[in-house]
């Protein structure tokens, strides 16, 4: 419900746009970006209902940007976003370590997709490195996130990406990635389901070029007032 003017506010001089601001802010968050449908559903979706990556929204605006119709993806860790990655990239190879997510997850899955069971901890990081393929995205979003990030850089492609989730939790594993040369963007801020803010980290390849998504790069975000182009 949009919240009404208290008298408190419209009588006190530079707090008369405060519950304008409020209800703008809440209405892009929870309507705009479709958090308040996935806290309902406990499970990351946009406003339209489409699946989305658990990251934060900022940087899953950042991905939307990207045109990955020619990229193959790795994920160390299933869910929605494999079905997100499903709909954006050439080529999807997920690993899970639940055998009950497991099986929901692949009665979803479109056909060609390719998803992995390892209930096992030790093996789940040499999943991927023991595959002779390389990747253009690897996404760290499950168990073991340490190894899983070394067997990252062994098999991301020349020019890729490294998607490390929760980074700010695992400043540990952002390092091994570092230390192997990539380059490291943090978005922080909100996301889908959760009521705090965390940090989701992307590392690139020094030749990292992927073409965008659409005409312009930066689109602009949800919520944002989109002006007049400057002249040239």
């Known amino acids: 419900m949009k919240p009404r003017h208290h008298g408190f506010f419209a009588s006190v001089p530079g707090l008369r746009h405060l519950p304008r601001v409020w209800w703008s802010t809440w209405r892009i968050l929870h309507r705009r970006f479709g958090h308040d449908r996935s806290v309902v559903w406990r499970e990351p979706r946009d406003a339209e209902g489409r699946a989305l990556p658990w990251f934060t929204y900022p940087a899953i605006e950042y991905l939307g940007q990207l045109d990955f119709s020619d990229k193959t993806v790795f994920e160390f860790g299933a ?7 499903s709909r954006r990239a050439a080529r999807v190879v997920s690993v899970e370590h639940d055998r009950g997510w497991h099986e929901r997850l692949r009665a979803q ?8 069971l390892a209930e ?9 490195a ?21 067997a990252a ?23 091994v990635l570092r230390e192997a040369g990539l380059l490291e963007v943090d978005f922080a801020g909100f996301g889908p389901v959760n009521g705090y803010t ?17 005409p312009r790069q930066p689109m602009h975000g949800l919520g944002a007032l989109p002006l007049q182009e400057e002249a040239s």
């Open 153 to 175: 850089v062994s098999r991301l492609r020349r020019g890729g990406l490294v998607i490390l989730d929760n980074s700010d939790w695992h400043h540990h594993c952002a390092a």
């Open 120 to 128: 096992d901890r030790r093996e789940y990081p040499q999943v991927l």
């Open 79 to 85: 869910g929605n976003s494999t079905l997100y990655w």
């Open 130 to 150: 023991r595959r002779p393929d390389e990747f253009d995205v690897i996404v760290v979003d499950g168990i073991e996130r340490r190894a899983c990030c070394a």
């Open 109 to 116: 899955l479109p056909p060609g997709q390719e998803l992995i």
């Open 198 to 214: 965390w940090t989701t980290s992307l590392f690139f390849h020094r030749e990292f070029a992927f073409r965008s998504e659409g």
